[in-house]
């Protein structure tokens, strides 16, 4: 490996076996894009730059590190989310693509203030608060995710009020125009059919509810939500895809009026919202 160029082939002979082609040469051009700042068009164009022994030995780090399954957002300490870089550590759920689809319906609506329920990276309202004019709180009950969402939002330069609160134990009191929640619902029992990159690396609290009460965030965040919520204000979720039946429910039973549902780009129910009366 002495050459830029050769970096994509240092990770296919590498990785191959890890995981397919797609996702080792993405990885390949997230780390060049860490480490020398380049976009796929920009490597070709400095695909003979020359290799320093100190980069080198950095990506035989990254590699190896890939190879034990761990994120490259874990490994290089960085994810883009809704175009905006993001620090993010073990601590914080690596923000998803589905959850930039949220971003972009609550975006569409009128309002002057949100709050975001499980903020994690502050992914979500770090993102509305680039894009609107608005006033945003954010809570996790992770003060180690708060820290993080704190330096990403001075990083974007965003005015956001963080909060370190258990939603399902403290109280809320900040009044505002739209509530939205990215909260953990995979059930427990679902941990022996997903990757190993997800369970040994990410927060298993960001993820996991109780196998016997799946909908609890919901439960709450619908209830808490009425007290906070203005006149015409709205909840937005993201779903698990098999439960938005259960999820639309709820929220009628709690009075919540207008419920729609939103599939993603690969066609999958993932998010709901709903608006009180
Ligand atoms: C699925 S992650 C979502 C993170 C981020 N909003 C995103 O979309 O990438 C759920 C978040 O809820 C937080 N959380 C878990 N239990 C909580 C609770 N009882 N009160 C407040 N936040 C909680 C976790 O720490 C985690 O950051």
């Not at 390949?28 to 068009?41: E, K, M, S, V």
């Not at 290799?51 to 080198?56: A, D, F, K």
């Not at 809570?139 to 330069?157: C, P, Q, V, Y």
Request: with cysteine; charged share 30%; aromatic share 10%.
């Amino acid at each position: 490996m002495q050459k830029l160029g050769d970096i994509i082939l240092f990770f296919k002979n590498e990785l191959a076996g890890i995981s397919n082609s797609r996702e080792i040469f993405n990885w390949a051009y997230i780390t060049i894009n860490n480490l020398f700042g380049y976009d796929r068009a920009n490597f070709i164009i400095n695909q003979n730059q020359k290799i320093s022994l100190h980069q080198r030995k950095k990506i035989k780090r990254i590699v190896s590190q890939l190879k034990k399954n761990k994120p490259i957002q874990y490994i290089l300490e960085e994810c883009v989310f809704f175009d905006l870089k993001f620090k993010v550590n073990s601590s914080v759920l690596i923000p998803r693509p589905e959850t930039e689809e949220l971003v972009k319906w609550i975006l569409k609506d009128e309002f002057k203030s949100m709050i975001d329920i499980g903020t994690g990276s502050g992914c979500i309202a770090i993102s509305i608060a680039k894009n609107k004019n608005v006033n945003v709180h954010a809570i996790d009950i992770s003060n180690t995710s708060i820290k993080l969402a704190k330096k990403n939002a001075e990083f974007h330069g965003v005015s956001i009020n963080f909060l370190n609160i258990d939603i399902l134990t403290e109280n809320i009191s900040n009044k505002v125009d739209i509530v939205v929640s990215n909260p953990p619902y995979v059930l427990k029992k679902e941990k022996k059919h997903m990757n190993k990159n997800v369970i040994d690396y990410e927060p298993e609290i960001a993820i996991f509810v109780d196998d016997n009460n799946p909908f609890i965030f919901y439960k709450i965040i619908a209830k808490k939500a009425k007290k906070i919520l203005n006149r015409n204000g709205k909840i937005y979720f993201e779903i698990n895809e098999n439960y938005s039946e259960e999820v639309m429910k709820i929220l009628k039973d709690y009075g919540y009026v207008n419920i729609k549902l939103k599939k993603d780009i690969n066609d999958r129910d993932r998010m709901i919202k709903a608006t009180l009366k």
